[in-house]
């Protein structure tokens, strides 16, 4: 392993423990060639051991080091490359590198203890031996093992009921050969796999492959926004670039936005992949650690060409990546919302810039600031203006509910959709980003909401689960008969959530099959899974859910699409809410007329004039995003401008008042180019029992402003006990 230096005498390493630097060790004479860069070790801090993660070498001079005390792992986790990217992102995102190694690595490897057990299995294959021997049963085994060439004991044991006295007798006859192999877990394995088809590009997917083609051959940073819209076979670009790149000898990481929620995605790279004999990775949340820890040391041997991944798959230790793709880039999931928050799709930008790879953001609705980028030049510009194979964008249809006071959920005109949609057989989509039966429980005596005791937010209920839940703490309660405050009986259901709309859909027409897709019904393993499945075999006529359902599916029956309440997130005190609105909207409407029959969608508002939802009707993303850019302009708002927020919080309100306080008062001097704003209330100004402060950061140049939050940790350090701050970097939901 070349990152090994015999002669070196310390290490930096990255200890899990809250401090913005790495930390100097001696490699004592006992471990001396056994450290490497990678290597998970255990190292004294103060009076405690902590584990840490040797990321370079480093002179030891005349300062007395402690020792490291242990190597935890046979084979380093990563390799120098990675180190220095990961301490590159956890500099940007000014969060202590050690926790940002550890949240970059699989889970379970923090811990001192924790040597995920690596599963043992056995590899049977035929001796030169041609003779058959006398039981039927071991004459079928070996049969199968002699056409298979090489069969593992795991695979024999789903093929056969109980091989192994079968085996014990085929190897005493020497007609087996064995050998003990580390097993892996494929959490796929039983995923049905699609059969893939191969098309032929049309001009403009052809030409966005060229170009990519022709980037990968420069061997450099080049970074591309492939802006197709839904429907024009982005994927099948993707795939070729991907295909070139394994030609090179390189290897290619794709990320998605949520993998549970993207299985189409995944099914149609395995079948195309295992065609070509390509040796495919999955990582995402659902693996149990073993599974991770197997698959990522695949990745850091080099045993693997393609990792799919959601968001933290954009740290796995591919040796030599040559391309990264970042699928429906405009995805909010590739934020993470605590701890280490970084954005996947920034870095995968730099890790591009790192690694001198190629990357391409693909998304029907990219966010604005890559838009942006691309039409400064800094990303090469690749568009699929146009659907496969003819197939029209659908009809978007604007229902102004102001003039449908009094109908039920669905106004006259999408039940009138919907019905028709049902005779002709087709599917429908109704999008209601609100899950449970109603956002709050109302008192209609004395107008008191229940509320969360935790959190300044009203509990969501849910008449299936027969509950009241916080959708932020978890908090949760059975729905009391009475008022707490006046004692009324009259305690009802207030707006409208995905269970209520399930309820009333079934009502008026009870002979459609009706399912509902949310985190409620999806929470159970392989449940996601088979919802898609049943819409593909036809199984349901019509699927109701939030956001969920915009994602990427590709559901050919799919002719209508309802949305039921465009205005909610329009509301929202926040400056990316018109381009959430827009990013969703257009999503979701993609899903229609996928197939062969063209789609239509019609969007319920208040707000029928909203410029937002105009472009929306005229899939004029261009359109929408010069209005919006010019507004971001003048505010000095991302891409125009960068944010820092931070967050201070604690039990103590007072405390986290004078902290914050405090905070503002040091920002202050010299901050000629940076506007400090706050402190204020969070919009959200308790959470879990919190009082939460905010103060935000804004720049219209990248440097002064990260002079200023280099001052951050230092403030960190001298806060009073019991207050926290978070900082977070290029923010998306300022809560
Ligand atoms: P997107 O990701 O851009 O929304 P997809 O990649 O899912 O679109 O492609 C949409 C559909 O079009 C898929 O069913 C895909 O197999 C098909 N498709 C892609 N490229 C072509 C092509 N050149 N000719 C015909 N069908 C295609
Ligand atoms: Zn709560």
Known sequence: MTSTIQHAQAAEIAVVAPLDKVLSYAIPAALAGVVHIGSRVRVPLGRRQVVGYVMGWIEPGDAKLKDILEVIDPHPLFHARHADFYLRAARYYVYPPGEAVRTALPAGLSALDSKPVVLRDKLYRPTTCEEQPQGARQREVLDFIRAANQVSLSQLRQQFATPHTVLQRLLELGLLHVEEIERCRDPFAEMAVAVHHP????????????????????????????????????????????????????????????????????????????????????????????????????????????????????????PDLGLIVVDEEHDGSYKQSEGFRYNARDLALMRGQMDEAVVVLGSATPVLTTYQRALEGHLTY????????????????????????????????????????????????????RRGYAP???????????????????????????????????????????????????????????????EEIRQTFPDARVERMDRDTTSRKGAHHRLIEQMMSGAIDVLIGTQMIAKGHDFPAVTLVGVLNADTALNLPDFRSAERVFSLLSQVAGRAGRGDRPGRVMIQTYAADNYALDYVARHDYQGFAELELSQRQALAYPPFGYLVHLVLSGNDERKVNNAAEQICANLEPGAVDVEILGPAPCLLPR?????????????????????KIEQLSRFRAKLPAGVVLTVDVDPVDMF
């Not at 107008?447 to 209920?461: F, K, V």
């Not at 027969?466 to 703490?473: F, G, I, K």
Request: aromatic share 6%.
């Open 199 to 318: 098309v032929d590009l049309n001009p403009a997917q052809q030409q966005a492959v060229t170009q990519i083609e022709g980037a990968l051959e420069s061997a450099s940073f080049r970074p591309f926004l492939l802006h197709g819209v839904t429907g024009s076979g982005k994927t099948e670009v993707y795939l070729r670039a991907i295909a070139r790149v394994l030609e090179q000898g390189r290897q290619a990481l794709m990320l998605v936005p949520e993998i549970a929620l993207t299985p189409q995605l995944v099914t149609r790279f395995r079948s195309w992949f295992q065609n070509h004999e390509v040796r495919l990775a999955v990582l995402h949340s659902g693996l149990s650690d073993g599974e991770r820890y197997d698959a990522w040391r695949q990745v850091a041997r080099g045993d693997v060409d393609v990792v799919i991944g959601a968001r933290s798959a954009v740290f796995a230790p591919l």
């Open 382 to 433: 690749l568009q699929l203006p146009e659907r496969t194979s003819e197939r029209t964008m659908p009809q978007v249809h604007l229902v102004d509910l102001a003039q449908h006071e009094g109908e039920s959920l669905l106004s006259e005109p999408l039940q009138t959709a919907l019905s028709e949609a049902l005779k002709a057989g087709e599917q429908t989509l109704l999008l209601l980003n």
């Open 440 to 502: 709050f429980l109302l008192c209609h005596d004395c107008g008191a909401s229940i509320r969360c005791p935790n959190c300044d937010i009203t509990l969501t209920y849910s008449q299936v689960q027969r509950s009241l839940r916080c959708h932020y703490c978890d908090f949760h309660q059975s729905p009391p008969n009475n008022c707490e405050r006046c004692s009324g009986v009259r305690l009802l259901p207030e707006g409208m959530g995905t269970e209520r709309l399930e």
């Open 687 to 707: 959470l879990r029992n919190k009082h939460r402060v905010q103060i935000l950061l804004k720049a219209k140049q990248r440097d002064p402003l990260r002079r």
